[in-house]
């Protein structure tokens, strides 16, 4: 883990909806750190030896940004936590709820992906992208959201398919809580 006394040790540049880190070494270290954002032109890196930019969405730059690792600008100012979490809350329209879940999944030890090849909002691995394949898959709804039953078996049917554990993540955005319930189809 790094030292966070000497404050944020990456710097990144918010450019259209994402983070950009542009130096090399430091997107390099805080790839290796946790497997965080996409080396730019890289489709699937192998490891922390890749030679470009990387490349963070909103959600991995909060948590980054929040937890002291992360300080972030926009046309050559430095943003505030708050101007962050703004500019994400205009890209996605779950975006507390998305952010809890992927802080609580990083709190648990897993490391976080995007989950939309899997067709969910995050995959999480225990040993990282490239080592192991995600066991966990991870959609994100509201407390008031309404489950179908084309909803609970769109669920079971995609798990069995990519051979994942299916969770639905309802965050309590007031408490921090994040309750799991678990979608698998049952083998037969």
Do not use: W
């Amino acid at each position: 883990m790094l030292d966070r006394s000497e404050g944020p040790r990456f710097r990144g540049l918010y450019v259209q909806g994402s983070v950009v880190v542009l130096d090399v070494a430091m997107a390099r270290e805080l790839y290796a750190m946790g497997y965080y954002g996409k080396p730019l032109g890289v489709p699937k890196p192998k490891g922390p030896d890749f030679e470009a930019p990387l490349v963070l969405d909103l959600i991995e730059a909060r948590y980054l940004a929040e937890n002291g690792f992360l300080e972030v600008y926009r046309e050559g100012r430095r943003l505030e936590l708050e101007e962050l979490v703004e500019l994400g809350r205009r890209h996605y329209s779950r975006y507390d709820e998305l952010c809890a879940v992927y802080s609580d999944l990083k709190r648990r030890g897993f490391h976080v992906t995007s989950g939309i090849k899997f067709g969910s909002d995050f995959a999480a691995y225990v040993y990282g992208p490239g080592i192991d394949h995600a066991p966990f898959i991870v959609l994100v709804r509201k407390e008031d959201d309404q489950l179908t039953a084309s909803d609970v078996i769109r669920a079971g049917r995609l798990s069995r398919s990519v051979r994942k554990s299916f969770f639905i993540a309802v965050p309590d955005i007031a408490t921090g809580r994040v309750r799991y319930l678990t979608v698998n189809k049952a083998e037969l």
